[in-house]
């Protein structure tokens, strides 16, 4: 880790919301700033930049999707959606507007809390590469040898599944589509369907279990594909 803590905007103008969010962020040691407007964020975000930034669709002036694509034209610093809808085409429209990932309200703090962590560990410096193998939290990959360990336990993978883990390892936290994953990791993925992704992930979940992992370490994204928590 380095010295200085992490910094986090958060927009938001619900005050219990915001509240509870920069109260969980700064218990676990991060620089948490907060805002109610969109406007106000595009103008802190020129200024000061941010590490993270927890951003609400809802705002009262900008929406939150207007600033994300606002803000992508100086900045690729990760945002997070904050969205009380649970509707496909905002997860959609968010990611296709360079959002890394978005939370449903409600929502738990520890949650959250976890949501910013893992955006940080995408972005920050690769920590260890020793003998071929780099290191992605819990994940080390070997792309010559085309092995993963998890914990260092060596995983017994199948080509697809290595394939697959190895594309979502390339970015830990982003969501791929199934036909995102299909591309990178098949040789024909014309042959493919959706369902070929799900049973390897399937399969790859019970390896990881098996290797010693709490949870899902490969989140679904309903209706729109997976992502990896190193
Ligand atoms: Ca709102």
Same mark, same amino acid.
């Given at each position: 880790m380095s010295s200085q803590p992490a910094r986090v905007l958060v927009v938001e103008d619900e005050a219990a919301i915001a509240d509870t969010l920069l109260y969980a962020l700064r218990s676990e040691g991060y620089a948490a700033s907060h805002c109610t407007l969109g406007r106000e964020a595009l103008a802190l975000l020129r200024q000061h930049g941010a590490d993270v930034v927890v951003l609400d669709? !809802?705002?009262?002036?900008?929406g939150g999707f207007e600033v994300c694509r606002e803000l992508r034209t100086f900045s690729q610093v990760p945002v997070i959606f904050l969205t009380a809808r649970n509707d496909e085409f905002d997860r959609v429209l968010g990611l296709e507007l360079g959002a890394d990932d978005y939370v449903t309200k409600p929502f738990s703090p520890r949650e959250m809390v976890a949501r910013v962590r893992a955006r940080l560990r995408r972005t920050a410096p690769v920590a260890a590469e020793e003998g071929g193998w780099k290191q992605l939290g819990r994940f080390a990959i070997d792309h010559d040898g085309r092995r993963i360990r998890y914990d260092e336990a060596l995983l017994d993978l199948t080509r697809y599944e290595y394939a697959l883990l190895a594309a979502l390892l390339q970015r830990p936290g982003a969501i791929l589509s199934r036909s995102q994953l299909m591309e990178r990791g098949?040789?024909?993925?014309?042959?493919?369907?959706?369902r070929t992704v799900d049973t390897h992930v399937k399969t790859l979940r019970a390896k990881l279990r098996a290797a010693?992992?709490? !949870?899902?370490?490969?989140?679904t994204h309903r209706g729109v594909g997976y992502a990896l928590d190193v």
């Open positions: 669709v !809802g705002l009262p002036d900008l098949w040789d024909h993925a014309s042959d493919s369907t959706d010693g992992a709490q !949870g899902e370490p490969i989140r």
